[in-house]
C-alpha cells in the first residue's frame, strides 16, 4: 500500500537549517509528483515545494532560496524511496506542521493541495529564540 513517513523535524533558532526526509513505499511509483506542505496553528494547509518526475521544481515564493526539493527513487524490489527537503535561513514563520504528499497522473498545478492522494502524518518544525 501506498504509504509515506515524514521524519527530521525539530527545533531550530531563526537562521538554522533542517533537512526533512519522507521515505515512500515502493507502492509510490516513479511516475508520481511529490510535494512537501505545511500547516500552521490555524492557518490553512500551503504548499512548500513541489517536484515532478522529469526533476523540475516548484517553491513557495516566501521560500524559494531558502529550501530545496529533491526526490531519491526507490530501488530494488522492497526498497524506499526518500523525498528531501532541505531548509536553510529559517524563520519563525516557517514554524508549522510538515508534510510530504503523494499525486498520481498528470496535472497542470502541483502546488495545490487538492491534487495530491497520499499523505504522511506530518512532522513538527518549530523556529524560535
Known amino acids: 500500500q501506498e504509504r509515506l513517513a515524514e521524519s527530521g523535524g525539530g527545533s531550530v533558532q531563526p537562521g538554522g537549517s533542517l533537512n526533512l526526509a519522507c521515505a515512500y513505499s515502493?507502492?509510490?511509483?516513479?511516475?508520481?509528483?511529490m510535494g512537501w506542505f505545511r500547516q500552521a496553528p490555524g492557518k490553512e494547509r500551503e504548499a512548500v515545494a513541489a517536484?515532478?518526475?522529469?526533476?523540475?521544481?516548484?517553491?513557495?515564493?516566501?521560500v524559494k532560496g531558502r529550501f530545496t526539493i529533491s526526490k531519491q527513487n526507490a530501488e530494488g524490489k522492497n526498497a524506499e524511496g526518500i523525498l528531501w527537503l532541505q531548509m536553510g535561513s529559517l524563520e519563525p514563520d516557517d514554524t508549522a506542521v510538515y508534510y510530504c504528499?503523494?499525486?498520481?497522473?498528470?496535472?497542470?498545478?502541483?502546488?495545490?493541495?487538492?491534487?495530491?492522494?497520499?499523505w504522511g502524518q506530518g512532522t513538527q518544525v518549530t523556529v524560535s529564540s
Open positions: 504528499a503523494a499525486g498520481r497522473g498528470w496535472v497542470r498545478r502541483i502546488l495545490v493541495a487538492e491534487n495530491y492522494h497520499y
Open positions: 517536484i515532478r518526475t522529469d526533476g523540475t521544481a516548484q517553491y513557495l515564493e516566501s
Open positions: 515502493k507502492y509510490i511509483a516513479a511516475e508520481y509528483y
